[in-house]
């Protein structure tokens, strides 16, 4: 093992329950076999992860992202040696401090600084050491005269900042985080955020799981990506995320087509089917984000038409409408007639944001505003690309930054040799 890599997990699987008696295995193979043909294939116990097999040297900070259920937690967990593995191998060097519950290692009845002096000494720390520490501790966390009163009292936010005032301020090797960079208010979670990086660029190595996206792109530099117990993804925090992002909409995509459609139906019009398509022709599921792209649906007007109008509307995942059109104001006034047509709308500039989308189709007459056809979810589809998924339309724009008034006193690095800032705008690429 290279003396760089703090952390190494060889072949690591977990399985939750306890095993059950072999007669019950025997039962249960009889009444598989006898009802499905089949025989009984192993313990049937969930399994958290899956052969795990990852290094992590000195001084990485690498965010784990995932879907609820993956075994983010669990891995820190075993890591903590709060539960052990099932099977395979973890070599942890040097002093771990574990941050995976707000109130782990705080007892109920202890004031705030009875807890601090506790976990330090679990720690390994000395008397003199703890005694160094211990006002640090207490202006990080901000409890005032609630640091001298029993936790019991405190709020989950507060339990959040003791313990994280004690992680960030104790020199450890390894710091494992879960979900706790959502305590207390901005401030505190500002200088929580930049006591990490503190803690990064001297040489810690930092673990943490964050639902927001956001923090981990801001604090991690490596990013693995876990599904059902199994790494399915490392490389950048970047990569791992939008990984993650993707995963996530194709599952909302297939959510979509499984929903139940609602329509409406005068029997005077049929809808045979729809489809994505892209501008050689071809069927797509998926899309890249920018790609123009086409919807097509197949339907057959029963009563003849004067004026037909079509209208196609795209929502995301939320349900909020990103874009709505209607035929008869976009151009299209061809007469119909009792034929079956392909209806067509072309999307030269597609500025969806990443994330997973369904279609509503109506079918009306124009002249009297009547609906024929109205079908919610008539087709879905995901967006996807390397950027992040932020709003609902994606897009750059062009940034400037005009100086107003210069101030009286400028230091170096802001006025350079000539001690005055630049009057110019600087166009700055909101990509940079």
């Not at 116990?45 to 995932?66: C, H, K, Q």
């Not at 890249?288 to 003849?304: H, K, S």
Request: glycine share 10%.
């Amino acid at each position: 093992m290279s003396e760089d890599v703090v952390i190494k997990i060889e072949g690591l699987w977990k399985r939750y329950g306890l095993p059950l008696p072999e007669f019950v295995h025997t039962l249960s193979d009889l009444i598989r076999s006898k009802k499905a043909n089949s025989t009984y294939n192993g313990d049937r116990r969930p399994m958290a992860l899956r052969d795990l097999n990852l290094e992590i040297r000195r001084g990485e900070t690498v965010g784990i992202v995932g879907r609820n259920g993956a075994g983010k937690s669990t891995l820190l967990k075993i890591l903590a040696g709060v539960t052990a593995p099932t099977r395979g191998r973890v070599e942890i060097h040097g002093r771990i401090f574990p941050m995976i519950e707000l109130n782990a290692g705080l007892h109920m009845e202890l004031t705030g600084r009875e807890n601090v002096r506790l976990l330090a000494a679990v720690m390994g720390l000395s008397r003199r050491e703890i005694d160094a520490k211990l006002p640090d501790i207490e202006d990080f966390t901000e409890l005032g005269e609630w640091f001298d009163k029993p936790v019991r009292m405190y709020s989950s936010g507060m339990l959040g900042r003791l313990g994280f005032g004690v992680a960030v301020n104790i020199e450890s090797d390894v710091v494992l985080i879960d979900e706790t960079f959502a305590v207390g208010d901005l401030k505190f979670q500002n200088k929580s955020l930049a006591r990490v990086k503190e803690m990064r660029e001297s040489g810690a190595t930092i673990l943490l799981v964050s639902h927001s996206l956001e923090t981990l792109q801001f604090v991690a530099k490596r990013g693995i990506l876990l599904e059902q117990g199994e790494l399915i993804s490392s490389g950048t925090a970047l990569e791992a995320i939008n990984a993650y992002e993707t995963l996530v909409f194709r599952s909302e995509q297939g959510r979509l087509e499984h929903r139940v459609r609602s329509r409406i139906t005068t029997k005077e019009a049929n809808i045979f089917g729809a489809r994505l398509y892209a501008e050689d022709g071809s069927t797509l599921t998926e899309i890249q984000a920018g790609q123009p792209f086409g919807i097509e649906v197949d339907l057959r007007l029963n009563r003849l038409l004067e004026k037909p109008m079509f209208s196609l509307g795209i929502l995301n995942a939320a349900g909020i409408l990103c874009k709505w059109n209607i035929s008869a104001e976009d151009g299209l006034t061809e007469p119909g007639t009792c034929n079956r047509y392909l209806v067509r709308a072309w999307y030269p500039e597609n500025k969806l944001s990443n994330g997973a989308y369904e279609v509503h189709f109506a079918a009306r007459d124009n002249a009297s505003f009547e609906t024929l056809e109205r079908v919610a979810g008539i087709l879905s589809f995901a967006v996807t690309g390397p950027g992040r998924a932020r709003g609902i339309v994606s897009g750059r724009c062009q940034w400037e930054f005009i100086l107003q008034d210069e101030c009286s006193e400028k230091s170096d690095s802001v006025s350079g040799e000539t001690g005055k800032v630049p009057r110019d705008p600087r166009s700055l690429d909101s990509s940079q």
